[in-house]
């Protein structure tokens, strides 16, 4: 495939039945679905599951599921892959952190696919995640309340709006298409 063909070539051609062009386009995203991946993950799954291995089942997902795009083929393919990505990494979740028995704190809504908590989590984790050695604890202990504090009094949307553009680096437009999924 070359990869002088445009976005909407790629598109015109996965219309026809291509399943190369699918593959192009979702190799083109790829690296900001990893970066997605990695950020949302839940960190008690970081030893047991890899991100390519969600991108893998995601793009399964995605080859089966290529009809529902093409009905509305002017949205991004971008937003519909990270929609595809996302379900598939709640799905992993719920595989590998569900109990035997119900248990609601395991649980994940399936709106937008994360609750405001888990964006706050996320936001937490990663804005600290530099300070590791064992001499920075207390100050990482300290900080993580002060930006706990400065997290918990934003509203769950700008929140989202913060991950969505500084984590996945989503631009404004996709990011607005994501938030009102």
Known sequence: ??????????????ANGDQNGLAELFLQHRDRLWRMVTFRMD?????????????QEAWMSAVQRIDHFLIDALR???VWFRLIT?????DIHRRHLSTQKRNAGA??????????SSTFTS????LLDNLTSPSEAALREEMSQKLNEALSEMKD???????LRHFEQLTNRESAQVCIQ
């Open 107 to 116: 649980e994940f809504p399936i709106d937008h696919g994360w609750s405001s």
């Open 157 to 163: 949307i700008d929140r989202e709006v913060l991950a």
């Open 123 to 126: 936001l937490s984790f990663h």
């Open 86 to 90: 996302s379900q598939t990494l709640i």
């Open 76 to 78: 991004s393919i971008f």
């Open 1 to 14: 495939m070359s990869n002088s063909l445009s976005e909407s070539d790629l598109i015109a051609l996965v």
């Open 43 to 55: 960190p008690r799954l970081h030893g047991r599951v890899d991100a390519d291995d969600v991108l």
